[in-house]
């Protein structure tokens, strides 16, 4: 069995679909994408809602969830720094964790050909 890794991505909602497409272009399949709200550095911002201040203490993110065997993950790390960066602060993190299983829970398969594509039996 390889070793898998899974790579949590968490940034700006805006840059999803170019991560996606980064993400499409170096052989990464599969993702799941949760909508998260978050705070770092910034502790939030204040607005102004009905002449009353307000503090927004969570920001909206959004954190991808990849786990790969094949695709190397300094080259995922790589293309998800890119696709994020704006500069600026909020441009989020990226967590790396070394995965000891997985199961495939339709065929009971399990460790990495558990997450590798194969088309569908009909």
């Not at 899974?6 to 994408?33: F, S, Y």
């Not at 998260?36 to 203490?57: A, D, F, M, P, W």
């Not at 704006?86 to 460790?111: L, M, Q, S, W």
């Amino acid at each position: 069995m390889r070793p898998m890794t899974k790579i949590d991505i968490i940034t700006r909602p805006e840059k999803l679909e170019e991560l996606k497409e980064a993400m499409n272009q170096i052989g990464v399949t599969g993702m799941t994408v949760t909508q998260v709200y978050g705070c770092g550095l910034t502790k939030g911002h204040k607005e102004v809602y009905r002449g009353q201040e307000y503090n927004i203490n969570l920001v909206p993110k959004v954190k991808i969830e990849i786990v790969v065997c094949e695709v190397p993950v300094e080259k995922v790390l790589e293309a998800a720094k890119k696709a994020c960066y704006t500069g600026k602060i909020g441009d989020g993190k990226i967590f790396v964790y070394p995965i000891a299983n997985a199961v495939r829970i339709r065929t009971g398969e399990e460790g990495d050909v558990a997450i590798m594509d194969r088309p569908v039996d009909k």
